[in-house]
């Protein structure tokens, strides 16, 4: 099957956020001990963080990290991870179920972002939390100096202010699983003081509300129009979480872009309706700041843990998904939906980045390895600084249980410094090859330069530490090097960086 279709690099949806390709590190499990953290390990820098992690996460071109959780932040006292290690408590983790040392902080989170080069941001608690907690902590992370909780910072060997500016307004707390849920009216109204706080301290603050943390939850979308109604004009950006998983039919598994489609869309409808109601000028945005697939279903995070021998261990082994190529897939088809709506989402976090639903995943004391997740994202991030256009692939649809699914999704980003555009694009068709015909009018002297792929014969093949390269990306060869002289084809069950 051909498709033909025409770029034009006027027809652009907009230029792109690079805080688009952020990602996620909470107190859980082994994602900060034993992933970020191990000052034990050979590759230990000074600090004990791993340097073959801070590697990995530079080659995946992630842009901004959010901390210290998720669920974890709703009983994290950001008192308890300051000052020197020796004298920091240890508590219980009501979320996880775990034991908490405060061996890794809010200093050492922030260390760890400046040697990573990548933007922190960070969530408030707002569930045992209080907006004045809130305030204190970000005087302590950002005030100059000259107050009792600025000089702390300094008297912890801090004089410069962190300077965080990415603030997320506590986490999913829609969530009977939250501690400290509320409805949407009384978290609007926690959160908007938050916020007036928060904006009073750094002017430069930048919030995010949260939104859904699924559209699956029954409040969907009315906790968000409550939620935005309120906090229209204190922040920046409403929070859109959705996970997905194989529940058996890889047809609907492979349709997961639709879902967050229309879960995009109907939060900008959502988001629209409150502009109109607070008759603002201003667009609200979207931080998709949790986006991955997770085998939620397959595998209860409080099964293991609720076994007496496993509560309140330090660091255990959680949500460590081993994914496959089909998850790859899937994720390609995410990210496509992140770019096609970067006019409104500015910011997403893969949620999250190490050992827990994670693209790397480590041993204690041994080697890192890049799962199979970490290639779509990487072949995304690594050149998606410029612009998204609009296009057109005229290509068959199939059902699935969120309505008809594009057989090809597809994105294409266009670097005019650079000139050069990419087409991505997953083939969700099992046995359709579809060759693209590509029309580039306006571009003189366009040519095909370089076709990645991630292909695999078998959809479950998973990287591991035996063979760590089993599902990695290959570069495929077009001996003439032209367009006018060569088809592209997109096989059956494959991700592609096209670059021209
Ligand atoms: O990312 C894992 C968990 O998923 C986060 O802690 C929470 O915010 C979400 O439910």
């Known amino acids: ?58 080659a995946l071109h992630v842009t901004t990290v959010r901390y210290p959780g998720g669920n974890y932040v709703s009983g994290f006292n950001w008192r308890d991870s300051i000052g020197p290690k020796e ?19 809010i200093d050492e989170f922030a260390r760890w972002c400046e040697k990573t080069g990548v933007e922190p941001m960070i969530a408030v608690n707002l569930g045992t939390g209080t907006p004045q907690e809130a305030g204190y902590f970000a005087e302590y992370c950002n005030h100059p100096g000259g107050t009792t909780l ?5 008297q912890h060997g801090r004089r410069e202010p962190y300077n965080f500016h990415l603030w997320c307004l506590g986490n999913e707390m829609d969530g009977p699983w939250q501690t400290g849920q509320m409805n949407a009216k009384e978290y609007a109204i926690k959160a908007r003081e938050t916020a007036k706080i928060l904006r009073c301290i750094d002017p430069q603050a930048q919030l995010v509300a949260c939104g859904s943390s699924s559209s699956a939850m029954t409040t969907f979308p009315e906790w968000d129009r409550i939620v935005l109604e309120e906090l229209y004009d204190y922040v920046d950006f409403i929070s859109c979480h959705q996970y997905y998983e194989n529940e058996g039919s890889e047809t609907d598994f492979l349709a997961s872009f639709v879902n967050m489609d229309n879960f995009i869309e ?33 595998d209860p995070w409080d099964a293991p843990m609720k076994d007496p021998a496993n509560r309140f261990r330090v660091a255990p082994p959680l949500l460590e998904d081993r994914y496959s190529f089909l998850d790859a897939l899937v994720m390609g088809g995410l990210l496509c939906s992140l770019l096609n709506h970067a006019d409104r989402v500015k910011m997403a976090s893969l949620a999250q980045l190490v050992n827990v639903i994670a693209p790397i995943f480590t041993e204690p004391g041994k080697g890192a390895l890049c799962q199979t997740l970490f290639w779509p994202f990487e072949m995304v991030a690594s050149v998606s600084d410029g612009v998204v256009l609009r296009h057109q692939l005229p290509v068959p649809t199939f059902t699935s249980k969120y309505g008809d699914a594009r057989s090809v999704q597809s994105s294409v980003v266009y ?33 095909l330069k370089e076709h990645k792929v991630l292909r695999s014969d078998d959809l479950y093949a998973k990287n591991t530490f035996d063979d760590p390269n089993r599902v990695s990306p290959d570069i495929i060869d077009y001996p003439h ?20």
């Open 415 to 447: 670097n005019e410094a650079r000139g050069e555009i990419y087409l991505f694009a997953v083939n969700c068709d099992f046995t359709t090859s579809f060759e693209l015909d590509i029309n580039l009018p306006a571009f003189s002297d366009c040519r």
């Open 481 to 500: 090097g032209s367009l006018r002289e060569n088809t592209v084809t997109l096989a059956p069950l494959t991700w592609n960086r096209i670059t021209l």
């Open 87 to 105: 004298e920091r408590p240890v508590r219980l983790d009501y979320a996880w179920i775990s034991k908490e040392t405060n061996q890794f902080g």
């Open 150 to 154: 600025s000089d702390l910072r300094i």
């Open 266 to 298: 109907t939060i900008v409808s959502t988001a629209n309706y409150a502009k109109a109601v607070r008759r603002s000028n201003k667009d609200m945005m979207i931080s998709f700041d949790e986006w991955n697939v997770w085998y939620l279903r397959g």
């Open 1 to 58: 099957t051909t498709l033909s279709f025409t770029l034009d690099p006027q027809n652009v949806i907009s230029a792109i956020d690079p805080r688009l390709f952020g990602s996620f590190i909470e107190h859980l499990g082994r994602a900060v001990y034993t992933g970020v953290y191990e000052p034990e390990h050979p590759q230990a820098d000074e600090d004990g963080f791993r340097q073959d992690v801070i590697e990995l996460v530079k």
